[in-house]
């Protein structure tokens, strides 16, 4: 299925960034065989950082050795100004997460970094989000359940074992989660959406939020248009600075086109119907391939 939508830029806001700050995680804990969360204390990025953000991470050993040679693109999970915690999730999938998983012992970090949600303060949320892109839904999640707005999470992943716990991402403070899978065929697009037509086409949700794959996005940009609401896509691409200077997150990149950066224009966008194709770059998860 190859479906065309395309992204605009939400208006953003100016954030107070840490610059390469080396810090001690709190805690550094298996959530899964695959899953590993960090926890810094850095009251400054607690205090400024918003949902849909994110951290460029760089793992230290103990030794003071650096141990990839580019940082990581990591979504803020959680952020509490209060205690001064910040909170993200990674997933092992290659060498530089793998010598951060097992030999880390001091991360520096830049952040907040990019344009989060523009998240609404009552109503009805649809959240649709997969693997590592759970998440950027998380810290969302949070902050919507705080101010009151019923919020309604899909989290689909290939089977139960390789799932990312919902309870471990956004607690269990949700009106409604529904976990889907691809081998029992729950996840596949179209069945999936039939079944949110029957839950929601009497009552649409306000807005969608979408994390993590392709075709929940394109999934998400054709509910949209059903029920005539705003579809925000947090979009993972590859990323060498995250500071906009390398410009290896633009947007058309395969057309040629200067289009926006996904680190400063993004990466939270709006999503619709296009004629158009973006031309993402075939991974979900920004630190699949760094």
């Not at 290896?248 to 158009?276: H, K, N, S, Y």
């Amino acid at each position: 299925m190859n479906e065309q939508y395309r992204l605009r830029a939400l208006p953003g806001w100016p954030s107070e960034v840490l610059l390469g700050d080396r810090l001690v995680p709190v805690r550094h804990q298996q959530l899964t065989p695959q899953y590993r969360l960090i926890t810094l204390h850095t009251p400054k990025l607690a205090r400024a950082g918003r949902p849909g953000q994110f951290l460029m991470v760089t793992p230290w050993d103990a030794n003071g050795r650096q141990l990839t040679v580019l940082p990581r693109p990591m979504a803020i999970s959680a952020a509490d100004a209060s205690s001064g915690l910040v909170d993200f999730i990674y997933r092992i999938v290659g060498e530089g997460t793998r010598l951060m998983a097992e030999e880390a012992h001091s991360i520096s970090v830049t952040g907040p970094l990019g344009r989060g949600y523009d998240l609404p303060r009552a109503g009805r949320i649809l959240m649709l989000g997969r693997g590592v892109g759970m998440p950027s839904l998380a810290f969302a999640a949070d902050r919507l359940v705080d101010d009151g707005v019923d919020v309604r999470l899909i989290s689909s992943s290939r089977d139960p074992q390789s799932s990312l716990a919902v309870a471990e991402v956004v607690g269990d403070a949700l009106s409604s989660t529904v976990r889907v899978f691809d081998s029992d065929g729950t996840s596949d697009p179209r069945r999936l959406e039939r079944c949110l037509i029957e839950q929601f086409d009497t009552e649409p949700p306000q807005t969608i939020l979408v994390c993590g794959s392709r075709r929940l996005t394109c999934l998400a940009v054709r509910l949209g248009q059903r029920w005539n609401v705003t579809v925000q896509v947090s979009v993972e691409q590859k990323m060498a600075c995250g500071m906009g200077y390398c410009h290896g997150c633009v947007l058309d990149a395969r057309a040629g086109c200067d289009g926006d950066l996904v680190c400063l224009q993004g990466p939270v966008f709006t999503a619709t119907a296009a004629t158009e194709l973006f031309a993402q770059v075939p991974s979900s998860r920004p630190e699949a391939r760094l």
